[in-house]
């Protein structure tokens, strides 16, 4: 992952927050201990919520999206392991912005 990064190849990470064979304490400290010189700017971007488009008007947040440079993570709630069954809207939402390129 730090030879992407180092090459501008765009890393997509995401994860459930009820994942608990990859827990987001687990993804914390994966990414904390990437060698990437962006990471300080990656933590310290802002997480913003993003809602499954049956839910956007109520502002219901469905996940939280972080970024910096080439580096993504979508944290999705009320989700485990298979985020696709856990939390289809949400995670077609995802994909939706990952194929159009919206960060």
Not at 11 to 22: F, K, R, S
Not at 47 to 68: D, M, N, Q, V
Not at 83 to 101: K, L, S, W
């Amino acid at each position: 992952v730090d030879d992407c990064l180092k090459n501008n190849v765009r890393v997509i990470n995401y994860n459930g927050m009820l994942d608990m064979i990859i827990n987001s304490a687990g993804q914390d400290k994966w990414i904390n201990k990437l060698k990437w010189e962006g990471l300080m700017n990656y933590y310290h971007a802002d997480r913003i919520p993003l809602y499954p488009p049956s839910l956007e008007k109520e502002k219901r947040t469905g996940a939280f999206y972080k970024a910096y440079d080439n580096f993504e993570y979508y944290w999705i709630l009320m989700s485990g392991h298979m985020v696709p069954i856990d939390a289809p809207e949400m995670a077609r939402e995802m994909v939706r912005r990952v194929v159009n390129n919206e960060c």
